[in-house]
Nanobody, 123 residues
């Protein structure tokens, strides 16, 4: 089992930035791909970003490409999502995910999820 805890959410004005860390605990010796998804009110949960175990490859949804950056520190069992140039359409609950398969993280069907952190962008 892997436990994931997100933090760093909050209220920010359009054009601003936020950084969302996600800490993992439990069975962290396995080589898990990590990622982020988000869910806006009334919408399904959508893929945002994913990164492989080594950090050598990352993938992004078209809507965030060029604005968001995913990174990881395996020594600290953390993954972070740096979000720049935020706009009101980025308002959502952001969820951290982990799975042994990068493809599974990409499809949003990971085995492990955090509880979510709210990001609100005001216009």
């Amino acid at each position: 089992q892997v436990q994931l805890v997100e933090s760093g959410g909050g209220l920010v004005q359009a054009g601003g930035s936020l950084r969302l860390p996600c800490a993992a605990s439990g069975r962290t010796n396995s080589r898990y791909a990590r990622g982020w998804s988000r869910q806006a009110p009334g919408n399904e949960r959508d893929f945002v970003a994913a990164i492989n175990w080594s950090g050598s490859n990352s993938y992004y949804a078209d809507s965030v490409k060029g604005r968001f950056t995913i990174s990881r520190d395996n020594a600290k069992n953390t993954v972070s999502l740096q979000m720049n140039s935020l706009n009101p359409e980025d308002t959502a609950v952001y969820y951290c995910a982990a799975d042994e398969s990068l493809h599974v993280v990409f499809t949003g069907t990971s085995d492990y999820w955090g509880q979510g952190t709210q990001v609100t962008v005001s216009s």
